[in-house]
Every structure is written in C-alpha cells, then in structure tokens.
C-alpha cells in the first residue's frame, strides 16, 4: 500500500470495531470516533445471533400486505408511528418497491455469502488469545406453533436447502429430543445447525480491548458535525471534540449515518428501527440453542448465566425510550411456545430498547461513495449487524487496499437510490 495510511472510522458499534480490526491488521493507523459510549447501543443489547439462516431480507414478497396488516397496531410485531415524515414514506415507497420476487431472488444469495463468510470470520476471532465471547455454534431453532407460522417455515426450510443451508424440521418430539430440559407447547420448528450466537457485551469489550492493544485511538463521547472538503473528498471531520483528520473516512453510524452526511449533501434512505430486548438472570428456562418464534418474531438467546428475549421492529424515528406496552406484547407471546415461563416475572429483567439502521431494500450499504473517493459506507444492517459485522468489517479494508472484494458490492452500493 506504500506509506502507513491513517483511516477514521465514524461509528464504535460492532461494525465499526470490526472495520477498525481488518484496518489494523493491513498495517492502517486508525481511530474511531463515537457519538456515545464506545459499543453500546444494538451492538451490546441485540440477540447475539450468527445466522447464515437469516438470507432473505426484510423486504421480500408478502411484507408489504404484512406489514399492512400489523403497522398500526401497537402491539404487532411490526409497527409504524402515524406521523407526517416525508423521508418516512419515501422509505416506505422503495421497500414497496424492493420487495419483488426478482430483488429478492438476487439479495439471497448475496446475504447467505456475507453471513458464511462471517460465521467463517468469528471462527477466527474466537480463537485469538484474550477474545472469549462465549461464541457457541449450536445451531438454531425456529418455533412455530400454527398452521400458518408452519407454512411460513416450511418454505424458508425449502428455500434453504436450495441455496446449500441445511435445514432439518421436527415435530414437537424431535424438539424434545434436541432440548430434553424444555417443554415445547410450539406445534414444530426448523433446525438450522449451521448458525450461531454469543454474548454481545463480551464481544465489545473484548475486540476494544483487542483493538486498544494494536493502538487503534478510541474518541467518545463524541458527535460529528461537519466535514472538511476538497475536490471529490474528504480531508478531515469536525467533532464536539475538535477536528480530525485522515486520509480514509468510514460511516460506520448506523441509525446516525444518514444525519451524519447530510452536510455533504449525500442521502441514503434509512429508518431507525427499534428494537427492544429483556434480559434476566436465573431464568427457569435454560435452553442450549438459541430459538426464533416464528409467528411472534422474537429470539431467544442463553448468553452464559442470562437469557435474552429479544424483537419487535417499531418506526418511529431517532426515538430509543421504552415502551412498555410492546415489552409486555413481546414477554406475552412467549407462553405459547414454551411452558415454564411467566411474563409478569420476566418484565423485572434488564428491558432495553434501541435503533437498528434498516435500508428500504433490508441490504447494507458498502462501498464508496461515488462524490466523494475517500468516503466509505458500512452501516444499514437492520437486524443482523452483529451476524454481518465482522465481513463488513472485511470488505472494508479490502476497499482500502484496493483489492478486489472477496464479494461482489454492486448491490451494496451506497449510491444505488441515486
């Protein structure tokens, strides 16, 4: 690469921790700056899925109607604020849009690749010496408990074995073979054994202590508000905490990003998508293998002595305060798919809500940024920011170097709704 290239990088979440880590390992200086506390946020509260089962994307045939029919009601898993936002319904327009079978069709594939090669990625971290994140590949199972979750999870069993993703579905025995210490009231599900999790919270700690090691610079508690330019790019950031600068910039900001670069008259069409978990202690029910309750969309995930309920999806703009009434939707659904559970004792764990960056096409943004040569996009992973963190953060410094990307970013592009 010639002389030692310093990257800033716009975001501490997960992505941005591990683009900060592919970055420092091709000898790149490289700091991060924070609008909060370095890792917290979706990065430290999500489900801690690994989840190559997880390749069709948010918008896909059918989540319109869906969509229609759970957005206004506040205790759907699904729900959409009544407000006047245009950039709102613009967004609402393009995931109308996106989801057709051909847009679909095309995204699979691309996110069954990034999910591989990033389950391939936490192999590789797990096994660095000082990074113990309770990773476990255990599987997943997917819970249903109606006609209609079945037919739902049937098809994405079929559509996994299509693409090479094993799937194996059970009847409500086999689910008492895999998980003997549970009392399944779900009709069925579907085993994916190539899937994984881990605990959040470790995985942070651990990768910024990782990356304090290799001298990576952390900046916190601290906003971006501005750039400075020169002809197609970027010579610096001006921060709450001074000015920046480097010689490569990455928006790694996540619900922030689109905010983040308005002053550069760049748009991506992003909604914040909240997201609430619940996290208990000593809970009576102890699986083994993370679950996804198919007609609630809520995961269950062990993270060591803890079990972490998590899902929802609300639009509701740059809003993380809690809402107790979707809290207790959330707890009150998981009754029917496991018996041992009491709702009012689960809703005195740790609650949590917060903001997942969701793109109306429900794929990333990677990659350059056509006006501006030194600017790269890595946010807008939606629900799998934890699962695609660590090829994101790949990808990335493959851009750097001016390799060729071991995958192909042209649906990716930043640009794409220009």
């Known amino acids: ?58 918008a896909a045939p059918g989540m319109v109607m869906l969509g229609l029919r759970w957005m206004l009601r506040p205790e759907s898993p699904l729900y959409v604020k009544p407000r006047l936002d245009p950039d709102l319904l613009t967004w609402l327009w393009q995931f109308a849009l996106a989801s057709t079978a051909k847009r679909t069709e095309r995204a699979i594939l691309l996110l069954r690749d990034m999910s591989i090669a990033s389950l391939a990625l936490y192999e590789e971290l797990a096994s660095v010496r000082g990074m113990k994140f309770e990773f476990r590949k255990n599987g997943l199972l997917m819970l249903f408990r109606t006609a209609h979750g079945r037919v739902g999870s049937l098809k994405s069993a079929e559509q996994a074995a299509k693409i090479g993703i094993e799937a194996r579905v059970l009847d409500r025995n086999q689910l008492h073979d895999l998980e003997p210490g549970l009392d ?159 709702p009012a004792q689960l809703e005195q764990g740790e609650i949590w809500a917060g903001l997942r960056p969701c793109t109306p096409d429900g794929l990333p943004f990677v990659g350059r940024f056509r006006n501006f040569d030194n600017l790269i996009a890595a946010t807008g992973h939606a629900m799998v920011g934890i699962s ?23 649906l990716l592009r930043p640009d794409r709704y220009r």
């Open 1 to 58: 690469m010639g002389e030692r290239r310093h990257i800033l990088v716009i975001g501490g979440g997960a992505v941005g921790l591990c683009t900060a880590h592919y970055l420092r390992a091709t000898g790149c200086d490289v700091t991060i700056v924070e609008r909060g506390v370095i890792g917290e946020g979706a990065s430290l509260h999500n489900a801690g899925l690994i989840v190559p089962s997880h390749f069709i994307p948010l």
């Open 184 to 342: 399944f009231k779900a009709e069925g599900g579907v085993y994916y054994p190539g899937d994984a999790h881990l605990t959040p919270a470790l995985f942070v700690e651990c990768l910024r202590e990782h990356l304090i090691a290799q001298g990576v610079r952390f900046v916190g508690s601290t906003r971006v508000t501005g750039f400075v330019t020169r002809p197609s790019g970027i010579t610096a950031v001006t921060t709450t905490g001074g000015t920046y600068a480097a010689d490569e910039f990455v928006l790694a900001g996540g619900s922030w990003s689109p905010m983040i670069i308005r002053s550069l008259r760049l748009t991506i069409p992003m909604q914040p998508g909240k997201g609430y978990s619940v996290t208990v202690k000593n809970s009576p029910v102890r699986p083994r293998i993370p679950m996804l309750l198919e007609e609630a969309r809520v995961a269950v995930t062990p993270m060591g002595d803890r079990l972490r309920f998590s899902g929802t999806m609300e639009l509701s703009g740059l809003d993380s305060s809690v809402n107790m009434r979707r809290v207790r939707a959330l707890l009150k659904s998981i009754p029917a798919y496991l018996g041992g559970v009491d």
């Open 388 to 410: 695609l963190a660590p090829i994101t953060g790949k990808l990335v410094a493959e851009i750097v170097q001016g390799r060729i990307p071991s995958i192909d970013l042209h």
